[in-house]
């Protein structure tokens, strides 16, 4: 009998206020070119995507980990898209033959005084420890943090 790896959950909530209209924002979600720019966390970081079919029952498939070594692979199917407003994709993240976490994620894109509201919720099952739920939640803050610069770039 093989004993499987334990199973962690949680919920991550992150929220940010972009100064860019919601179809910007949306934008910057839907074209590959655009989360290559900002989706990496850290300048340590590489991200590259393989294939990328941004529409409903579409798949991404993408590298990412050190520069010099993408060690992790992730699956992205989209469920549900409602242009600038939402996105809802599943995730797999695997390491090798070993899946590391499956994820539910919705991005919400409101209009806001300010210019754009989003709110990212990942419902995440990760095995073997909290590291991976640790570093999704790290992940998803850089990114987001980064996704600033991507508006300040035109």
């Not at 839907?30 to 340590?44: I, K, L, Q």
Request: proline residues 4%.
């Amino acid at each position: 009998m093989t004993i499987a790896a334990p199973v962690n959950h949680d919920t991550i909530v992150l929220e940010r206020l972009y100064d860019a209209s919601p179809a910007r924002v949306f934008e910057a979600f839907a074209d590959p070119e655009a989360r290559m720019r900002w989706g990496a966390p850290s300048s340590n970081t590489g991200l590259v995507y393989d294939e990328a079919d941004f529409r409903v029952g579409g798949l991404d498939i993408s590298r990412c980990g050190p520069k010099s070594n993408l060690i992790y692979r992730v699956e992205t199917r989209y469920h549900d898209i409602v242009p600038e407003q939402r996105i809802i994709s599943t995730e797999i993240v695997s390491e090798g033959v070993n899946r590391l976490s499956f994820s539910l994620i919705t991005v919400q894109i409101e209009a806001a005084r300010e210019g754009t509201k989003l709110t990212l919720t990942d419902q995440i099952a990760a095995f073997g420890g909290a590291s991976m739920i640790e570093g999704s939640r790290a992940g998803f803050n850089a990114a987001l943090d980064n996704l600033h610069a991507e508006f300040a770039r035109t």
